[in-house]
């Protein structure tokens, strides 16, 4: 590299960085060995000599910031977080994963299982399968509450395959939601005590004004659960509560979240004949395409799809629901979650 003196440094206006720091601050460049600038500046006074304050300011970052929806479907969501640090991006991806609430099945009652599938193994197969209910219309369960119509779902599996015929698949679908909670009565030392089932529903959910016009049921109806050979069985009650995806993965509303940074990909020079040919073929992900220069005649490669390449300062961010709520309700959780964990922090620190 050309060695420059300090004295043909061009005067920069006060209040304004130069490119090469401006470039430093902004973006994260990708070299060959390694990428550079990968950590943001925090220090509010890093550009202080220059007049420039670099601290975070509540109205300067509600201006800059904003969110571009890219993609938006039934489980799929896909945006731009523009203005904001990589440091809140990963943020908003660990809550969205471990601390976004949903309904999953806890709590298995097993009447009967000859299947060759263990008690455990079945058990942990039903847990994973998503439930098709909005977490907000339910409570937590503790220690010292009785599951109710409140907090718990329940339901039932019964399926039996005949000594002769052949063999069949138990899917999710044959799991039956019971609204009157468990139909299942717990031992008692007492026998001529009135018997007592495993739940204390005082009223049926399906009459609920939650629940009448949307049933309680599952995400995906056609997950295997088991196979049944001639003459074997299961019967079973399934209980579901609220919880968190940091205590089991099956309380996990995404299937993935995950976000990388926006690529802003130039071309130092022009790349033109058969280099630019060799340019597009290379790329796997087709960033560039090649166009015919009209001045030259020369084919001249240009950049045609940068988000499919990595890196700059805006982050993009993918959610994958299990089904548990839409992913745009999932964010606006995951954003009240970041907005309580800093109240609780101001107020420690106050």
């Known amino acids: 590299m050309k060695k420059a003196s ?10 304004q960085l130069p490119p090469h720091l401006e470039l430093q601050r902004t973006r994260v460049l990708c070299g060959s060995d390694a990428p550079t600038h990968s950590e943001g500046i925090q220090y509010s ?18 201006n800059k910031f904003r969110v571009e929806i890219i993609q938006l479907t039934e489980d799929e969501m896909e945006f731009d977080m523009i203005g904001i640090d990589a440091s809140v991006a990963n943020a ?66 019964h399926v039996s395959c005949k ?10 679908d044959q799991l039956k939601w019971l609204p009157n909670g468990s139909e299942l009565e717990m031992a008692s030392p007492n026998p001529s005590a009135k018997p ?5 529903f005082t009223c049926s959910q399906d009459s609920l004004p939650e629940f009448s016009n949307k049933p309680i049921g599952l995400k995906h109806e056609d997950i295997i659960v088991a196979k049944l050979g001639p003459g074997q069985e299961i019967e079973l009650e399934a209980h579901a509560i609220k919880g968190l995806g940091k205590t089991h993965a099956k309380w996990s509303p995404v299937a993935t979240a995950w976000y990388r940074m926006l690529p802003e990909v130039v071309l130092l020079e022009d790349v033109e004949g ?6 597009v073929k290379k790329c796997p992900v087709n960033v560039f395409e090649d166009i015919e220069d009209l001045a030259t005649g020369k084919k001249k490669a240009v950049v045609a799809n940068p988000r499919a390449c990595t890196l700059c300062r805006e982050c993009i961010l993918k959610i994958e629901s299990t089904g548990a709520l ?13 907005e309580d964990k800093c109240d609780r922090v101001i107020s420690e620190l106050s």
């Open 6 to 15: 300090v004295m043909d440094i061009p005067d920069v206006p006060k209040g």
């Open 45 to 62: 006074g890093a550009y202080a000599s220059m007049g420039i304050d670099n601290s975070l300011r509540l109205d300067d970052f509600c």
């Open 92 to 157: 908003f991806r660990r809550i969205l994963i471990a601390e976004i609430p949903t309904m999953a099945i806890e709590k298995i009652l097993m009447v009967n299982n000859t299947s060759v599938i263990a008690d455990d193994v079945l058990s942990h197969r039903i847990g994973l399968i998503p439930l098709d209910v909005d977490p907000r219309l339910f409570e937590y369960l503790s220690g010292n509450d009785s599951p109710n119509e409140r907090n718990t779902i329940v339901f039932k599996l």
């Open 163 to 172: 000594k002769s015929g052949p063999r069949i698949t138990v899917k999710s």
């Open 196 to 200: 007592k089932s495993y739940t204390s």
């Open 274 to 279: 058969e280099l630019a040919e060799e340019l």
């Open 326 to 338: 839409p992913p745009e309700v999932l964010f606006s959780e995951a954003v009240k979650v970041l």
